[in-house]
C-alpha cells in the first residue's frame, strides 16, 4: 500500500519567507508526527498529533514553528519568517493505533534557506 | 526523557564481515526501541524494534539487535555484510505511552569490497 508522502521534496527560499511543507500519513494511521533532521541537531522531535488531541507541540523551537492537521489525516507544517538555520531535511512519520510505537517515515521534505 | 548514544559515527567494514553497530539508552525501565536505517536523500526505514517480547529481535535484510537490561544496551549485528547495507543507521527510543522518539547521532556504514 501507499506510505506516507510528502511535498514537495526540496524547497529553496529566501530568508525571511514563509513556507509550507505538506505530510500525507498511511491512509487510517491515527497518529503523525514531524521531525526535523539537520547537521548541527541531529533528528528532532518537532510535533505529535493523535486522533482529536491536542498536539503535543514540546518539540517546535520557536514560535515561527507550527502545525495543524485537518480532518485527521493529512498535516501542514508552516515555518514563518524562515532563517537560515531552518534549513534541515523536515520529516513527517505516522503510525496506527494498535501499533502505535511504530513509525513509517516519509521520504522528507529538504529546506534549504538562502 | 529518554536519551540514546551510538558509539561510533562511522564504521567501515569488509564485504561478508560481521556488522556491529552499538546503542546504549538511558532508562531504568525499559523502553521501546529502534533501529532505523537511512539510504541517501530518502527517509528512514524501519530495520527492527524491541517492544518487551523478546530480547533477541530478528529484523530486516539479516540484521538482529539484542536487548540487554543490566546493560541498558540494543546493539544491532549482521553476520556478513553486503555493499546494500552501506547507509545511515540511527538507534531511537521511545517510552510507553509517549511514542514521540529519540534518536541517536547516527552512524555511518561503509562497506569495502
Known amino acids: 500500500g501507499a506510505g506516507v508522502s510528502q511535498s514537495p521534496s526540496n524547497k529553496v527560499t529566501e530568508k525571511g519567507k514563509d513556507v509550507e511543507l505538506r505530510c500525507d500519513p498511511i491512509?487510517?494511521?491515527?497518529?503523525l508526527y514531524w521531525y526535523r533532521q539537520s547537521l548541527g541537531q541531529g533528528l528532532e522531535f518537532l510535533i505529535y498529533?493523535?486522533?482529536?488531541?491536542?498536539?503535543?507541540k514540546s518539540g517546535l523551537p520557536s514560535d515561527r514553528f507550527s502545525a495543524e492537521r485537518t480532518g485527521g489525516s493529512v498535516s501542514t507544517l508552516t515555518i514563518q519568517r524562515t532563517q537560515q538555520e531552518d534549513s534541515a531535511v523536515y520529516l513527517c512519520?505516522?503510525?496506527?493505533?494498535?501499533?502505535?510505537?511504530?513509525?513509517?517515515f516519509g521520504p522528507g521534505t529538504r529546506l534549504l534557506v538562502l | 526523557a529518554q536519551s540514546v548514544t551510538q558509539l561510533g559515527s562511522h564504521v567501515s567494514v569488509s564485504e561478508g564481515a560481521l556488522v556491529l553497530l552499538r546503542c546504549n539508552y538511558s532508562?531504568?525501565?525499559?523502553?521501546?526501541l529502534f533501529w532505523y536505517v537511512q539510504y541517501p536523500n530518502q527517509g528512514l526505514q524501519l530495520l527492527l524494534k524491541?517492544?518487551?517480547?523478546?530480547?533477541l529481535v530478528k529484523g530486516i535484510n539479516g540484521f538482529e539487535a539484542e536487548f540487554k537490561k543490566s546493560e541498558t544496551s540494543f546493539h544491532l549485528t549482521k553476520p556478513s555484510a553486503h555493499m546494500s547495507d552501506a547507509a545511515e543507521y540511527f538507534c531511537?527510543?521511545?517510552?510507553?505511552?509517549?511514542?514521540?522518539?529519540?534518536f541517536g547521532a547516527g552512524t555511518t556504514v561503509t562497506v569495502r569490497a
Open positions: 512519520a505516522s503510525s496506527a493505533r494498535q501499533d502505535e510505537e511504530t513509525q513509517y
Open positions: 491512509s487510517g494511521h491515527t497518529a
Open positions: 498529533f493523535q486522533g482529536n488531541s491536542a498536539p503535543d
Open positions: 532508562s531504568s525501565v525499559p523502553p521501546y
Open positions: 524491541y517492544t518487551s517480547a523478546a530480547t
Open positions: 531511537a527510543v521511545s517510552d510507553w505511552g509517549d511514542y514521540k522518539l529519540s
